[in-house]
């Protein structure tokens, strides 16, 4: 096990810590390349976190218990991923997972719009999850290969796990599109609504970070033409269901993961309230 | 040939062999070396040092996984270290033909070969052969079981439901 040993990086022995994860050797990466991919880890970690605790919202009430177990594990998964990403920024950036997971204030969350909403009805989590869902595969898609071997790892491992979760949740969108007058016009009026909120997931990073990740090998295209193709997908599945959703070709705006509600705090409330009792106790 | 082993080489084989104490807690009929977990062992005179795979990123048996590790090889270094590596992809084709085989003998259908198979829209998806009467007439119920590496699935014949480890 030779290439174990050599693989070893000085981040091994971080106090308190060792022997918990996978050393990430950061030193390959120059300072503005650092940054960028904190960014974007952080915008990618918030996402994965706050959808996961969406999810969560339904366990015990889902419409059949089949989909209440679906969701949970959704959810479990969903803030996995969140954690591991976490993990990875706060060996990039500093700081520890978990206070960057729970001790921010709820404006300084980096998460999508398309995540503000409510759960709202059966319908409409299907749509939001679907839209998110199909946006993220976009997104790991630009990562997987990339040149940052600690993040192409995880991505390697998320695209095997969210299989599950688009066919799923595409078998789900089939399923209320042909189902009838209620569910196909309840899950019209909940892409409609969101239709908008969901080029969020492709917010341009600040400055030139894509470009700079996209030089570096990490991000294979910028963001705004990893929306275009989304829509294209998304346009053609629509089509082919016969789902009339007003889809028009818009350019992500630069606010998209700013400015969270009302419905975004009570979640935040929800979430963070363990960790507020006492931040920083040991489990 | 047969040569004779160092004391290292040996120790190396025995970490491996206690590690089959450390079972899975989710199936506790398969040892963390059948369910292919463990990626690597390293064993020097003073420090042993282990490579863990996380079958599914969230899954909350990890930790009780690495705690567990840790306490049974205890006694083979001063230093016993297990790293939570994610340098490849655990895939349910990691799983060992011990593990398979007492996967079934626990009325689990084992993963399909290919874990790049749940690639496949789940309607090609071969169907799971149940593991009490064999039958392959078997359908789907939920992709989505009690744990994240478990799928449930219903024999039309025995008229039983299963579970399926999640072919990733």
């Given at each position: 096990m030779t290439e174990?040993?050599?693989?070893?990086?000085?981040?091994?022995?971080?106090?308190?810590?060792?022997?918990?994860?996978?050393?990430?050797?950061?030193?390959?990466?120059?300072?503005?390349?650092r940054d960028a991919l904190a960014e974007l880890l952080l915008t990618m970690a918030d996402d994965e976190f706050v959808v996961g605790f969406w999810d969560s919202e339904w366990t015990g009430i889902?419409?059949?218990?089949?989909?209440?177990?679906?969701?949970?594990?959704?959810?479990?998964?969903?803030?996995g991923h969140a954690r591991v990403f976490y993990e990875l920024l706060s060996r990039l950036a500093g700081g520890d997972a978990d206070t960057i997971?729970?001790?921010?204030?709820?404006?300084?969350?980096?998460?999508?719009?398309?995540?503000?909403?409510?759960?709202?009805?059966?319908?409409?989590?299907?749509?939001?999850?679907?839209?998110?869902?199909?946006?993220?595969?976009?997104?790991?898609?630009?990562?997987?290969?990339?040149?940052?071997?600690?993040?192409?790892?995880?991505?390697?491992?998320?695209?095997?796990?969210?299989?599950?979760?688009?066919?799923?949740?595409?078998?789900?969108?089939?399923?209320?599109?042909?189902?009838?007058?209620?569910?196909?016009?309840?899950?019209?009026?909940?892409?409609?609504?969101?239709?908008?909120?969901?080029?969020?997931?492709?917010?341009?990073?600040?400055?030139?970070?894509?470009s700079v990740l996209v030089e570096a090998g990490i991000l294979g295209e910028p963001l705004a033409l990893l929306a275009e193709r989304w829509l294209k997908l998304t346009r053609g599945r629509f089509d082919a269901l016969g789902l009339h959703v007003p889809i028009e070709l818009g350019v992500p705006r630069a606010d998209g993961r700013s400015g969270h509600g009302a419905d975004f705090e009570w979640l935040w409330n929800e979430f963070t309230s363990v960790y507020r009792l006492e931040p920083g106790a040991t489990w | 040939?047969?040569?004779?082993?160092?004391?290292?080489?040996?120790?190396?084989?025995?970490?491996?062999?206690?590690?089959?104490?450390?079972?899975?807690?989710?199936?506790?009929?398969?040892?963390?070396?059948?369910?292919?977990?463990?990626?690597?062992?390293?064993?020097?005179?003073?420090?042993?040092?282990?490579?863990?795979?996380?079958?599914?990123?969230?899954?909350?048996?990890?930790?009780?996984?690495?705690?567990?590790?840790?306490?049974?090889?205890?006694?083979?270094?001063?230093?016993?270290?297990?790293?939570i590596s994610y340098a490849e992809p655990w895939t349910s084709d990691r799983i060992t033909d011990d593990g398979r085989r007492k996967l079934r003998e626990s009325g689990f259908a084992p993963p399909m070969a290919g874990g790049g198979v749940a690639a496949l829209p789940i309607a090609l998806v071969p169907a799971a052969p149940c593991p009490f009467c064999g039958s392959r007439r078997t359908l789907l119920e939920n992709a989505f079981g009690p744990t994240q590496c478990r799928a449930i699935h219903y024999c039309t014949d025995c008229r039983q439901p299963f579970e399926q480890f999640k072919a990733v």
């Open positions: 174990v040993t050599t693989a070893r990086s000085a981040l091994r022995t971080r106090p308190g810590r060792a022997g918990d994860l996978d050393p990430v050797d950061s030193t390959t990466l120059d300072g503005r390349t889902a419409p059949a218990l089949e989909q209440d177990v679906a969701f949970s594990s959704l959810a479990q998964d969903e803030i997971a729970f001790g921010r204030q709820p404006q300084g969350y980096r998460h999508a719009r398309l995540l503000d909403h409510p759960r709202t009805d059966w319908a409409f989590s299907v749509a939001r999850r679907y839209l998110y869902d199909t946006a993220d595969a976009v997104r790991l898609e630009a990562l997987a290969g990339g040149s940052f071997m600690p993040l192409a790892n995880l991505v390697a491992k998320i695209r095997r796990e969210e299989t599950y979760h688009l066919a799923h949740l595409d078998a789900w969108v089939g399923r209320l599109a042909g189902g009838g007058e209620q569910p196909r016009s309840r899950l019209e009026g909940a892409l409609e609504r969101l239709w908008t909120d969901a080029l969020t997931v492709f917010t341009p990073l600040t400055g030139d970070a894509e | 040939m047969v040569t004779a082993a160092s004391p290292v080489q040996r120790k190396g084989a025995s970490v491996w062999d206690a590690l089959q104490d450390v079972k899975d807690p989710e199936i506790p009929a398969l040892s963390v070396v059948e369910l292919g977990v463990v990626r690597s062992v390293d064993v020097t005179t003073d420090r042993v040092h282990v490579e863990l795979l996380p079958t599914f990123l969230g899954c909350p048996a990890l930790e009780m996984m690495r705690d567990a590790i840790r306490e049974r090889l205890a006694g083979f270094a001063p230093e016993v270290h297990v790293e």
